[in-house]
């Protein structure tokens, strides 16, 4: 998709939005592009996509190989996100426009009492 035109883009996510598919949109989030959550659910919104959903840019693996430590959101930049997270879901209706996080992003530094995170697989093995 990074290769794809945005004007192509568009065009593919209204279609299948107008033909009844469940569009889910991804965005890595970086310090390059973290400010634009509001922009990225609002585009979401107009092309007809149901989903947004933004991962936190971590460094390991591939990325940590091939990218500065500057593209990595610090915790003050995660904090934002999460709270540019929340204002966003309170403006769209979950039905129209469902806006999810990754749980890479942890929680909220200021909110020690407020547990994020995934299930314990080991608690499903039986």
Request: proline content about 2%; glycine content about 6%.
């Amino acid at each position: 998709i990074s290769g794809m035109k945005t004007e192509t883009l568009d065009k593919l996510v209204k279609q299948l939005a107008a033909y009844g598919f469940t569009v889910k949109l991804m965005c890595s989030l970086s310090t390059e592009n973290y400010m634009c959550i509001d922009e990225c659910c609002k585009k979401a919104h107009e092309l007809g996509a149901k989903i947004v959903r933004f991962t936190n840019f971590i460094d390991q693996g591939y990325a940590k190989e091939n990218y500065e430590d500057s593209v990595f959101l610090n915790r003050e930049q995660i904090n934002w996100v999460l709270d540019e997270v929340e204002k966003q879901r309170a403006k769209y209706n979950p039905e129209e426009l469902y806006i999810e996080r990754c749980g890479s992003f942890g929680p909220k530094q200021d909110e020690p009492g407020r547990r994020f995170g995934c299930l314990d697989v080991n608690a499903f093995i039986f």
